[in-house]
């Protein structure tokens, strides 16, 4: 008798599936069995490690930045301390509603719409991807004690403290100072910026960008130990390095003379800039541009975006116009002109030019300011009165021998002046092979031609410069033809006030001049400034101190005339210099002279109160001797 498959007995049936279940245990048991020993003896050491990660936080102490201080240890730039709300974007949810919820209600905590926070993070991320981003500074504390006791619904959101520029005088200097700002992938790709991070603060203008080296500190770490929470424990400070502070730089600027300077401006209204100078060794005493601007604001959370509608404001206030304006110079540019006539023997001292009120050469006629025509004249009263046919015809006699542009080209006219903050542009000196080539590729419409040299004789054509390259010129007229470094870093020193280190740049060349050429142009200046017939007589005539000055009235396709002014003083022996341009401010006596003698007055204060307390005792003494 033979059994069916389903006649089997039910025994038989279990055991079979008693075993199949028990091989498959044993298989998952073999499989965790290795996991176990993959996870505790191959990957151990590394699992290890990661829970005690898991374990400590680390955290960079940002280090402050020195100080900037005048010549005289006044403070121009400090810090002071703010409570930033900051945003760790890796650590968002990865869930887009979570991540919303969470963007929206940190929004709420920093009175932030959602689209406001989302474009802070892009821009943020922009400039240093990966770093943590700055919503919103000076968070108070009960923002603080909130978010501390909200953490796990706020991921990645922390409020530091931070370091941040301080400008106790507002817009002071502020062309000069510059500002600061979160370095870029750009920048971090730069040799001198290696070791830094995302985030990280370094100068960007002027001297915060000159001298950041100097100034940016060494940053400092704390480690902690953290529960499962990531709270730190009782006692659970592991290591900490204090921050090294940035070292202070002290600048050459004179306090009263950057003052004064900046009100003359102001009170002007108009756009200019201005620059006081040693004439012997660089140092810059002051040195502003009107419009300016407020540093403070150029600091984060402003955008960028925000800094760029600045750049390309109408008013440019970020624009330095004493370094990095191009502009004719009017007859400020006359004693150029005057040193290479007298220097290459066109003319001596003593040679008299005929002016009829006009030099014509065919049908273009050049005429002096006002239709004057004052007969034959020598260089002293030439310069005196600002005499253009005179220079007119100077430049007309060197325009085939490029003696002009050699001579402006020593002096500093179209290149890089050596000041230690940066500077984009270095003008322009026209000359015959730079307007010939312009021609031979279709770019003017006709080649160089002597009333190029005529107008350059004045200040005027194509010629594109700036108050610093003149007070350089004027310079090595006062001091026998050195051309010095202009700069406005006196000294680095440590918070103890120690000098670590000077700077005395080296002149940057020295001009052969003859001391009869520069005595005979000083005593036209001097003249100019304060001679019965001197255009800035009606300002300087009465000014205490002997001074030699040039007013300049430059033309500008566009815009209504441009004041200019340059003195040297004292004279006959220069201590200083000072330029002064106005944009649209009329003759270099309505707006740039007036200025200049604000400028001066400031310089020579103490001078002129001593001076004016002993003529006060003098006068006294004689009225006793009389009674």
Same mark, same amino acid.
């Given at each position: 008798?033979?059994?069916?498959?389903?006649?089997?007995?039910?025994?038989?049936?279990?055991?079979?599936? /008693?075993?199949?279940?028990?091989?498959?245990?044993?298989?998952?048991?073999?499989?965790?069995?290795?996991?176990?020993?993959?996870?505790?003896?191959?990957?151990?050491?590394?699992?290890?490690?990661?829970?005690?990660?898991?374990?400590?936080?680390?955290?960079?102490?940002?280090?402050?930045?020195?100080?900037?201080?005048?010549?005289?240890?006044?403070?121009?730039?400090?810090?002071?301390?703010?409570?930033?709300?900051?945003?760790?974007?890796?650590?968002?949810?990865?869930?887009?509603?979570?991540?919303?919820?969470?963007?929206?209600?940190?929004?709420?905590?920093?009175?932030?719409?959602?689209?406001?926070?989302?474009?802070?993070?892009?821009?943020?991320?922009?400039?240093?991807?990966?770093?943590?981003?700055?919503?919103?500074?000076?968070?108070?504390?009960?923002?603080?004690?909130?978010?501390?006791?909200?953490?796990?619904?706020?991921?990645?959101?922390?409020?530091?403290?931070?370091?941040?520029?301080?400008?106790?005088?507002?817009?002071?200097?502020?062309?000069?100072?510059?500002?600061?700002?979160?370095?870029?992938?750009?920048?971090?790709?730069?040799?001198?910026?290696?070791?830094?991070?995302?985030?990280?603060?370094?100068?960007? #203008? #002027?001297?915060?960008?000159?001298?950041?080296?100097?100034?940016?500190?060494?940053?400092?770490?704390?480690?902690?130990?953290?529960?499962?929470?990531?709270? +730190?424990?009782?006692?659970?400070?592991?290591?900490?390095?204090?921050?090294?502070?940035?070292?202070?730089?002290?600048?050459?600027?004179?306090?009263?003379?950057?003052?004064? #300077?900046?009100?003359?401006?102001?009170?002007? !209204?108009?756009? !200019?800039?201005?620059?006081?100078?040693?004439?012997?060794?660089?140092?810059?005493?002051?040195?502003?541009?009107?419009?300016?601007?407020? +540093?403070?604001?150029?600091?984060?959370?402003?955008?960028?975006?925000? /800094?760029?509608?600045?750049?390309?404001?109408?008013?440019?206030?970020?624009?330095?116009?004493?370094?990095?304006?191009?502009?004719?110079?009017?007859?400020?540019?006359?004693?150029?002109?005057?040193?290479?006539?007298?220097?290459?023997?066109?003319?001596?001292?003593?040679?008299?030019?005929?002016? +009829?009120?006009?030099?014509?050469?065919?049908?273009?006629?050049?005429?002096?300011?006002?239709?004057?025509?004052?007969?034959?004249?020598?260089?002293?009263?030439?310069?005196?009165?600002?005499?253009?046919?005179?220079?007119?015809?100077?430049?007309?006699?060197?325009?085939?021998?490029?003696?002009?542009?050699?001579?402006?080209?020593?002096? #500093?006219?179209?290149?890089?002046?050596?000041?230690?903050?940066?500077?984009?542009?270095?003008?322009?000196?026209?000359?015959?092979?730079?307007?010939?080539?312009?021609?031979?590729?279709?770019?003017?419409?006709?080649?160089?031609?002597?009333?190029?040299?005529?107008?350059?004789?004045?200040?005027?054509?194509?010629?594109?410069?700036?108050?610093?390259?003149?007070?350089?010129?004027?310079?090595?007229?006062?001091?026998?033809?050195?051309?010095?470094?202009?700069?406005?870093?006196?000294?680095?020193?440590?918070?103890?006030?120690?000098?670590?280190?000077?700077?005395?740049?080296?002149?940057?060349?020295?001009?052969?001049?003859?001391?009869?050429?520069?005595?005979?142009?000083?005593?036209?200046?001097?003249?100019?400034?304060?001679?019965?017939?001197?255009?800035?007589?009606?300002?300087?005539?009465?000014?205490?101190? +002997?001074?030699? !000055?040039?007013?300049?009235?430059?033309?500008?396709?566009?815009?209504?005339?441009?004041?200019?002014?340059?003195?040297?003083?004292?004279?006959?022996?220069?201590?200083?210099?000072?330029?002064?341009?106005?944009?649209?401010?009329?003759?270099?006596?309505?707006?740039?002279?007036?200025?200049?003698?604000?400028?001066?007055?400031?310089?020579?204060?103490?001078?002129?109160?001593?001076?004016?307390?002993?003529?006060?005792?003098?006068?006294?003494?004689?009225?006793?001797?009389?009674?």
């Amino acid at each position: 008798m033979y059994l069916r498959n389903d006649d089997r007995p039910q025994g038989s049936r279990l055991s079979l599936r /008693v075993a199949v279940l028990g091989g498959v245990a044993v298989a998952l048991f073999g499989v965790l069995f290795f996991r176990l020993w993959n996870l505790q003896v191959l990957d151990g050491g590394k699992y290890l490690a990661e829970a005690k990660n898991n374990r400590t936080r680390e955290f960079k102490v940002i280090a402050p930045r020195g100080d900037i201080l005048d010549r005289e240890g006044n403070v121009i730039v400090d810090n002071r301390t703010s409570l930033a709300l900051q945003l760790n974007t890796t650590k968002l949810p990865e869930d887009q509603v979570e991540e919303r919820e969470e963007l929206e209600r940190l929004g709420e905590l920093a009175h932030m719409s959602l689209p406001k926070v989302r474009k802070a993070i892009k821009e943020g991320e922009e400039v240093a991807a990966g770093a943590p981003v700055t919503l919103r500074q000076d968070v108070g504390f009960y923002l603080i004690a909130y978010i501390e006791e909200h953490q796990r619904e706020f991921p990645g959101v922390a409020v530091q403290r931070v370091f941040v520029r301080h400008y106790p005088d507002g817009t002071f200097a502020a062309h000069v100072v510059g500002s600061v700002g979160e370095i870029n992938e750009e920048e971090l790709e730069e040799p001198e910026y290696k070791g830094l991070e995302p985030g990280d603060e370094i100068g960007k #203008g #002027g001297v915060e960008y000159t001298y950041d080296k100097f100034l940016r500190g060494q940053p400092g770490l704390e480690k902690i130990q953290v529960n499962a929470l990531g709270q +730190p424990t009782p006692g659970g400070q592991l290591v900490s390095k204090a921050p090294t502070p940035g070292e202070n730089v002290k600048l050459t600027i004179d306090p009263e003379v950057q003052a004064a #300077g900046e009100s003359a401006l102001a009170s002007q !209204g108009l756009p !200019g800039g201005f620059i006081t100078m040693d004439v012997h060794n660089g140092q810059i005493l002051g040195l502003g541009s009107f419009p300016t601007f407020e +540093p403070a604001d150029l600091t984060p959370p402003m955008s960028q975006a925000e /800094v760029n509608a600045l750049y390309r404001s109408e008013l440019a206030p970020l624009a330095n116009r004493t370094t990095e304006g191009l502009y004719p110079t009017g007859s400020t540019f006359k004693i150029i002109t005057a040193l290479a006539a007298l220097e290459n023997h066109v003319i001596t001292p003593n040679t008299v030019i005929n002016d +009829p009120g006009q030099l014509c050469l065919g049908e273009e006629c050049f005429q002096n300011a006002e239709g004057a025509a004052y007969g034959p004249l020598s260089l002293v009263p030439a310069l005196e009165v600002s005499d253009d046919v005179f220079f007119y015809t100077l430049g007309l006699d060197m325009w085939k021998t490029n003696d002009l542009q050699n001579w402006a080209h020593k002096l #500093g006219i179209g290149r890089a002046s050596g000041i230690d903050i940066p500077v984009n542009t270095d003008g322009l000196l026209p000359t015959k092979k730079w307007r010939d080539d312009l021609f031979a590729e279709g770019e003017t419409e006709r080649p160089w031609s002597s009333g190029d040299n005529i107008q350059l004789a004045t200040g005027q054509g194509d010629l594109q410069s700036n108050p610093l390259q003149m007070a350089i010129a004027y310079a090595a007229l006062g001091n026998d033809g050195t051309i010095v470094t202009p700069h406005l870093a006196m000294e680095v020193e440590d918070a103890a006030g120690r000098v670590l280190e000077e700077f005395d740049p080296k002149p940057q060349r020295k001009i052969k001049m003859n001391a009869g050429t520069r005595s005979v142009i000083m005593e036209g200046l001097h003249q100019a400034a304060q001679g019965p017939g001197g255009t800035s007589e009606p300002i300087f005539g009465s000014f205490p101190i +002997p001074v030699a !000055g040039k007013t300049g009235t430059a033309e500008r396709p566009g815009h209504a005339d441009q004041s200019w002014y340059c003195v040297l003083a004292p004279y006959p022996d220069p201590k200083i210099v000072t330029c002064v341009t106005i944009e649209e401010g009329g003759f270099g006596a309505q707006a740039a002279a007036p200025a200049a003698h604000t400028i001066l007055e400031a310089y020579f204060h103490d001078r002129i109160a001593a001076e004016s307390r002993a003529e006060g005792e003098g006068e006294e003494g004689g009225e006793a001797e009389i009674e």
